[in-house]
């Protein structure tokens, strides 16, 4: 069964530090990649999502996220954290052509402190 | 915004009593989740369903039911409530064109 790593389980950061957050995923073929986040107390709401192309792809509120095929990795990068930025994140993959469940990653805690 | 409802919010209640977690959509979208969130596991799936006679097992089935009454909803039941199902469940919806699944506010259920 394909599974989905992430690796750090809670991030402390101050504010206008950079913020990367890794993503490892197990499935070898073609795969659609999400991250979603999740504010205290609210829903999940999608951050980015990678389907194909530009393997560099930009979300909302000055995320980034970069698809390294060789690596199985899609990790999710911001150059200045913001407090508003606390959440927890969750990476999620989906391989095309394998079912139609999309696997989520344990989550990240993030806390950045003002 | 996919405008995903789920009622009730919160809820409390003890082991062995029936509970009906309810989700709705305004959208239309054909396809509907249920999954529930422990901390550290992130989103198991528990049930999916493409249509009202289309419904599918996710990874963490037992112990739940589901039932699609209509396109707009996807009720999700646990028959004999254990303490080990206290979690938050999330229901979600998509269209069938983009695989991008929007999320309702979630349900905090404490099983004692």
């Known amino acids: 069964a394909q599974s989905v790593s992430q690796h750090n389980h809670h991030v402390i950061l101050s504010e206008a530090a950079s913020l990367e957050l890794g993503c490892n995923y197990s499935y070898g073929g073609t795969v659609n990649l999400f991250w979603y986040v999740q504010y205290p107390g609210q829903h999940l709401q999608l951050l980015l999502k990678y389907f194909s192309g530009d393997p560099l792809v930009k979300g909302i509120k000055g995320f980034e996220a970069e698809f390294i095929k060789s690596k199985f990795s899609f990790n999710l990068r911001k150059p200045s954290v913001q407090w508003s930025d606390t959440a927890e994140y969750f990476c999620?993959?989906?391989?095309?052509?394998?079912?139609?469940?999309?696997?989520f990653g344990g989550g990240t805690r993030l806390m950045v402190k003002p | 915004d996919a405008d995903v409802t789920q009622t009730p919010r919160n809820r409390i209640t003890k082991t062995g009593k029936r509970i009906m977690l309810e989700c709705s959509q305004t959208?239309?979208?054909?396809?509907m989740y249920w999954y529930r969130q422990d901390p550290g596991l992130g989103l198991q799936l528990i049930y999916y369903s493409f249509d009202v006679k289309d419904i599918n097992k996710g990874e963490i089935s037992d112990g739940y039911s589901v039932s699609r009454q209509a396109q707009a909803k996807f009720s999700l039941s646990l028959e004999s409530a254990i303490p080990n199902q206290t979690a938050l469940y999330f229901c979600?919806?998509?269209?069938?064109?983009?695989?991008?699944?929007?999320f309702g506010p979630g349900t905090r259920l404490t099983v004692t």
């Open positions: 999620a993959v989906k391989p095309l052509n394998a079912g139609n469940m999309l696997t």
């Open positions: 959208k239309g979208h054909d396809r």
């Open positions: 979600a919806n998509r269209t069938g064109l983009l695989y991008e699944q929007y």
